[in-house]
Every structure is written in structure tokens, then in C-alpha cells.
């Protein structure tokens, strides 16, 4: 089995910055794909970043140039460095992260969630 750690959610002012963290731990072959999604009361879960199986960063056109996707593949730890917050990033973040477990067998995994509120 397989569990993603989310962390560093919080409240914070328009403008301000915050680090998410996200650890996988369990049994791991591989992990294939892993970033961050987002979803707001009322809306869809949406991507915010992401780093694809080729390696490459995939970000949300509405957050890019102030967050920052980066990852510690020996510790299996992705995280998102979020600058220039603004009230409508609101939201839960959850970590995903496509964790082959053998190498024939993989899934979807997602995390609890952690809570991002931005005040204006």
C-alpha cells in the first residue's frame, strides 16, 4: 500500500508565500508521475503542477511564473513552492502521484488534502 503525506497548508495575506510538502512511503517500484491539483467549493479539481512521466513540468497557466514544482526523488517528495498568493488560490491542494508498485502493477494515488486559505 501506498500513502501520500501531505503538509504546509495554512492561512496567509494576499501576496505571501507558502511550501507544500507531499512524501510517498509504502511500497515503491517507481513513481511515474506526481504533482499537485487543486479544488475550490463549487468547482472542479483542477491541475496546478505536475511533473509528467518524461521528467518535464506541466503548470496551470494561472499560476505560473509564482509557483515552483520541485521534487527529492530519493526521498519521494514532491513540493510546491507557492509566491505571490492571491485570494483566488484558495482552496485544497491534494497531492497525485501514478506509484507503480511493482513493475507490472500501478495506480492513481491521491493525498487527504491539505487546506490553502488566502486572505485579500
Known amino acids: 500500500q501506498v500513502q501520500l503525506v501531505e503538509s504546509g497548508g495554512g492561512l496567509v495575506q494576499a501576496g505571501g508565500s507558502l511550501r507544500l510538502s507531499c512524501a510517498a512511503s509504502?511500497?515503491?517500484?517507481?513513481?511515474?508521475?506526481m504533482g499537485w491539483y487543486r479544488q475550490s467549493p463549487g468547482k472542479q479539481r483542477e491541475l496546478v503542477a505536475v511533473?509528467?512521466?518524461?521528467?518535464?513540468?506541466n503548470y496551470a497557466d494561472s499560476v505560473k511564473g509564482r509557483f515552483t514544482i520541485s521534487r527529492d526523488n530519493v526521498k519521494n517528495t514532491v513540493y510546491l513552492q507557492m509566491n505571490s498568493l492571491k485570494p483566488e488560490d484558495t482552496a485544497v491542494y491534494y497531492c497525485?502521484?501514478?506509484?507503480?508498485?511493482?513493475?507490472?502493477?500501478?495506480?492513481?494515488?491521491w493525498g487527504q488534502g491539505t487546506q490553502v486559505t488566502v486572505s485579500s
Open positions: 497525485n502521484a501514478e506509484v507503480w508498485t511493482t513493475m507490472y502493477a500501478y495506480r492513481d494515488y
Open positions: 509504502g511500497t515503491i517500484f517507481n513513481i511515474n508521475r
Open positions: 511533473f509528467t512521466s518524461g521528467g518535464s513540468t
